[in-house]
């Protein structure tokens, strides 16, 4: 019993009693994270025979098709309902025109995906050029400049290419300005008006994307992409970008990358009712990775506090190489 008197008194409200048991903890949780948040990127190579890991990436490959199609039954199995997928091409040119066409490898591995899972899983496809060019930028070139408005042309000959092949989802991120209208546009056109838009949005210049270029072979010959990608210093100008593509069409908006831009997550959250997905990137998935194989920190734990800070920031959709890991340790509970 206590006979001082405290100055100041113990508070009438403990809040420990909300944090004494993990079902109690459960209660009163405030942020959901489960499988049917995530959306699995992958990467699928042509001419492939067999699955080459992505050294930067642990746990990541470059995946034959009939592999893609195994690991995209166990995403569905696992309640993800979504994938995004990456085509790496035998041949680059430097207009990227295996990004369009009609047997490409993005569009084979769309088609295999649809085949073996039909609506049980939705395909998201990537739309961009990098992979695809010869130069690693992500549209068409005028000198060592990229070309805007020549590249939408090309973009929506991609989509439309990607639309045919069974994406449920077509997913530009080359940040183009128009890339949503000049896509939602040659969509409607050629009769594809139940495929949606996710919009790259507020995609930035980030150092976090390079394990990725390893991964999808993208990095640029010369110069980089900060004259079309974001500045890491702005978020007004985010909210600017968010807002025109939804202007444009787009059906869900993204934030990209996740970890290092909660802030801009969250205003997006406050500003916009759209649908929002952040992308937990390649680095910050590697990070994660690279500390827990060295014993420096408890990977699962991390990973998952990570997920749940993206999803407490305000994301609806968490796009995470994590995925499938993820969604089984959240099964085991």
């Not at 019993?1 to 009163?28: N, Y």
């Not at 010869?134 to 439309?160: I, K, P, S």
């Not at 997550?265 to 929002?276: C, G, K, S, T």
């Amino acid at each position: 019993m206590i006979t001082t008197r405290l100055d100041p008194p113990l508070p009438s409200r403990r809040a420990r009693r909300l944090r004494q048991t993990s079902a109690v903890r459960g209660l009163v949780r405030e942020t959901s994270l489960d499988a049917s948040h995530f959306v699995y990127p992958m990467f699928v190579a042509e001419g492939a025979s067999d699955d080459r890991e992505i050294p930067s990436m642990p746990g990541q490959f470059q995946l034959t098709t009939p592999s893609l199609v195994a690991r995209a039954a166990r995403a569905a199995e696992l309640g993800i309902p979504a994938v995004l997928l990456f085509g790496i091409p035998t041949h680059k040119d430097s207009a990227g025109s295996e990004a369009w066409r009609p047997d490409g490898i993005a569009q084979q591995a769309i088609g295999a995906i649809k085949e073996a899972h039909g609506d049980r899983l939705a395909v998201v496809a990537d739309l961009c050029l990098c992979e695809y060019t010869d130069h690693g930028h992500c549209g068409v070139l005028a000198g060592e400049q990229v070309d805007n408005d020549r590249t939408l042309e090309t973009y929506q000959r991609v989509a439309v290419s990607q639309a045919d092949a069974g994406a449920d989802f077509i997913a530009p991120s080359g940040m183009m300005d128009g890339q949503v209208g000049a896509i939602r546009a040659a969509l409607d056109e050629s009769g594809h008006h139940s495929v949606g838009i996710i919009a790259y949005a507020a995609k930035y210049a980030s150092g976090f994307y390079g394990p990725f270029r390893e991964a999808a072979g993208s990095t640029p010959r010369f110069g980089d992409r900060r004259g079309y990608q974001m500045d890491p210093a702005n978020r007004r100008e985010a909210i600017a970008e968010l807002e025109q593509d939804l202007i444009e069409g787009a059906d869900i908006l993204m934030v990209k990358p996740a970890l290092a831009y909660l802030d801009v997550v969250a205003q997006a959250r406050q500003r916009f009712d759209q649908p929002l997905a952040a992308y937990n990137v390649s680095a910050e998935y590697s990070m994660v990775k690279a500390a827990s194989e060295r014993g420096w920190i408890d990977g699962r734990r991390l990973a998952l506090e990570i997920l749940g800070s993206i999803r407490r920031a305000g994301a609806d959709i968490l796009i995470t190489y994590h995925a499938l890991e993820a969604a089984e340790w959240l099964a085991e509970g």
